[in-house]
């Protein structure tokens, strides 16, 4: 909790910073087409953005934030490879053979080389006197990934 403002003191604010990466890419995936155990491998080309935003609300909790800024955001290009299986659940079919639904469960890793970005960490941005400083942090964006899923076909 901190006062509102040097005028305001009384009214106290939760003021909340937070660090945020949204990675996304496109992927072109070789596979099987048929078969109830379908391995594949992947190749990914896509970008991450990095932001680290701060936002004031009340100390209840009750409503939303009424204010929020962006303290320091960047993107950077990613590329890379991964691989995994999809994996027949159920099949129901028709009488004459035809699938009808399908349910299957998909596993993967995938490693995403992203190149240098400016981000913020907890201490990078310091409060003194009224004004406030960042001390941005540079590196590679490299990220391992997992998941899990479930694949429906009609």
Not at 40 to 62: K, P, Q
Not at 79 to 92: P, S
Request: proline content about 3%; some cysteine.
């Amino acid at each position: 909790m901190e006062p509102l403002g040097y005028d305001i003191p009384d009214v106290l604010v939760d003021v909340t910073t937070r660090n945020s990466i949204f990675s996304t890419a496109a992927v072109l995936r070789l596979s099987p087409v048929t078969g109830a155990f379908r391995p594949y491998i992947e190749a990914l080309l896509g970008f991450n953005y990095l932001f680290t935003y701060t936002s004031v609300g009340d100390d209840g909790g009750w409503s939303e934030d009424f204010a929020t800024t962006t303290n320091l955001d960047d993107w950077s290009l990613t590329y890379g490879a991964g691989a995994g299986a999809v994996i027949r659940a159920l099949d129901i079919r028709s009488q004459s053979g035809r699938s009808l639904f399908s349910l299957h469960m998909e596993a993967g890793v995938r490693y995403c080389r992203g190149r240098a970005a400016e981000y913020l960490r907890q201490g990078s941005m310091r409060r003194e006197h009224g004004s406030l400083w960042y001390e941005p942090l540079l590196s590679d964006t490299d990220l391992l990934k997992t998941h899990l899923g479930l694949v429906f076909r009609f």
